[in-house]
């Protein structure tokens, strides 16, 4: 409606934006809705066959190809075609309390198509899943549509200005029966990641087709990521230390697969001789710090500045993919994974207000509470100010190959959700 950044407009010309859009609202909401918009044409419907053609078999999957791309309908690599032969054994895959017009959760936003379950397949179909990969995909999805609106702010995430995206992380029996993979390359590419990649890209068709999430009309994404196309990595359980993996500190017991979905954002490569666990600490601190996360923007939590996004204050921060060299470094000096935790927070260090307020009031100062405005204008300029308070905010999960290499990735939510197999 209005085809600009409002943060890009200065403040005359954000009020003209505004008016012009009040406009455009109050017309639609004075004029009579078309028939098409009626319950009847909205009923749901089995998919409908189409027939492409060609000199061979070839020739004709590249025809449906050329049509799909053109579309929008595909992520602009090559799709599998989605053939009812294909199709059916992903739809007998699932659940047998769900059928194939069974809708997933609520409407799925942006765009508010309606996640059922043949949907579902079809986009897992063309992006090379198999048919075992649906309870992963299923729960994926519920975990997003299925919780309290706000608690995952998917709308956000998926149409935003900003390069957001859904993160699967996965626990429990189910990696190694899907064969995921959680060692070297664990999110790609290549054959070690083949089912992550997969299992990724069915997340992304689903997004654009499903969700209606097209880039350009719905996705508003101002330079986008690689992150995109794919997202889905595993805990390298049998390389954790502690025992102890990401699920079990959710609550669920370790022979139960979850798939726990983040709102993912920057990632950052963290590279650090484990031999010396102190000055590990310390540059582990010193990097989530600058990765902030949580509540607000960095020390945004520290001061009281509630998120804008998150409905669950226990949910947001970073995730922190612990190398197993890393994490073997850290377990054998005696440190807990929530030892950690409090650690990095006590230790982040600390800008000064004034320079904090300089770099917030680009991101979202104009939205802050009077009252908590008017709390730290009181305050001294030079109040050292640290990242988010909060040690539950950072989730760790061990990931990768026997190197000394973590990675970050901040996020304002995440949810975990049981796998029905």
Not at 22 to 27: K, P
Request: hydrophobic share 40%.
């Amino acid at each position: 409606m209005i085809p600009y950044t409002l943060t890009s407009r200065t403040e005359p010309q954000g009020s003209s934006d505004a008016d012009d859009a009040f406009s455009m609202v109050v017309e639609a909401m004075v004029t009579a809705p078309s028939q098409q918009t009626n319950g009847a044409s909205r009923e749901l419907m089995p998919a409908e066959v189409e027939h492409f053609a060609g000199d061979g078999k070839l020739n004709a999957w590249e025809a449906f190809n050329r049509e799909f791309i053109e579309r929008g309908w595909g992520d602009g690599f090559p799709l599998f075609a989605p053939t009812r032969e294909r199709v059916e054994p992903f739809l007998r895959y699932v659940s047998p309390r769900w059928q194939p017009l069974d809708v997933i959760g609520r409407p799925f936003p942006p765009g508010d198509g309606m996640a059922t379950v043949e949907k579902i397949a079809i986009n897992a179909a063309m992006a090379g899943c198999e048919p075992e990969h649906m309870p992963l995909l299923i729960a994926a999805i519920q975990a997003m549509l299925e919780s309290p609106i706000g608690q995952f702010p998917l709308r956000i995430l998926l149409s935003s200005h900003g390069a957001g995206y859904p993160l699967m992380l996965v626990n429990g029996p189910i990696v190694k029966q899907l064969g995921l993979a959680t060692g070297m390359n664990a999110w790609g590419p290549g054959k070690p990641g083949r089912v992550n990649t997969v299992i990724g890209r069915a997340m992304r068709l689903i997004i654009m087709n499903v969700a209606h999430c097209y880039p350009e009309i719905l996705d508003l994404d101002t330079i986008g990521t690689a992150g995109k196309y794919s997202a889905v990595i595993a805990e390298n359980e049998d390389a954790n230390p502690w025992g102890q993996p990401f699920h079990v500190d959710r609550g669920f017991h370790a022979n139960q697969s979850v798939v726990t979905m983040f709102a993912a954002g920057d990632v950052s490569t963290f590279s650090s001789d484990a031999s010396q666990s102190d000055a590990l600490l310390r540059a582990l601190a010193a990097r989530g710090a600058a990765g902030g996360g949580g509540s607000g923007a960095g020390g945004g939590g520290a001061l009281g500045i509630p998120s804008r996004t998150e409905g669950d204050a226990d949910r947001g921060g970073q995730l922190l993919m612990l190398g197993p060299e890393h994490a073997r470094s850290l377990f054998a000096a005696g440190y807990s994974k929530q030892a950690l935790r409090e650690y990095m927070v006590k230790n982040a260090p600390a800008t000064p207000l004034r320079e904090f307020l300089a770099t917030y009031a680009f991101i979202g100062w104009e939205a802050v509470p009077a009252a908590v405005k008017e709390r730290i204008a009181a305050m001294d300029p030079e109040t050292p100010i640290r990242g988010d308070p909060n040690p539950d905010h950072i989730h760790i999960a061990v990931i990768g190959g026997s190197h000394g290499v973590s990675e970050f990735i901040t996020g304002p939510a995440s949810i975990s959700k049981l796998v029905e197999q």
